[in-house]
Nanobody
Framework: QVQLVESGGGLVQAGGSLRLSCVASGRTFSRYAMGWFRQAPGKERETVGAVTWNSGRIFYADSVKGRFTISRDNAKKTVYLQMNSLKPEDTAVYYC????????????????????WGQGTQVTVSS
């Protein structure tokens, strides 16, 4: 069992910033890659970014590159998503997820590769 809890969502004006946090249970957090995903109403879930177990590789979708930053603190069993210069099209429920294949160097960015998911946190960006 891996439990993930997201927090930090809310309402922000376009151009503003939010920082999302995802806290994992257990003591295996440092072994696996973590991903951030989002889903807007009526849209398919899309990958925002991902980070390997040791932060050796970080992936960002083109739509957020240069605006969002993923980081992790394995001691705190937490992964973060810093979101700057937010746009209305960033409005979605944001999820963190864990790829529990241990110590992967390559990043798998498709949602199907991630075994455990948090409940999500709503991010709303107003015009």
């Amino acid at each position: 069992q891996v439990q993930l809890v997201e927090s930090g969502g809310g309402l922000v004006q376009a151009g503003g910033s939010l920082r999302l946090s995802c806290v994992a249970s257990g003591r295996t957090f440092s072994r696996y890659a973590m991903g951030w995903f989002r889903q807007a109403p009526g849209k398919e879930r899309e990958t925002v970014g991902a980070v390997t177990w040791n932060s050796g590789r970080i992936f960002y979708a083109d739509s957020v590159k240069g605006r969002f930053t993923i980081s992790r603190d394995n001691a705190k069993k937490t992964v973060y998503l810093q979101m700057n210069s937010l746009k209305p099209e960033d409005t979605a429920v944001y999820y963190c997820a864990a790829d529990t294949s241990p110590y992967k160097v390559a990043l798998t960015t498709t949602p199907s590769a991630y075994e455990y998911w948090g409940q999500g946190t709503q991010v709303t960006v107003s015009s």
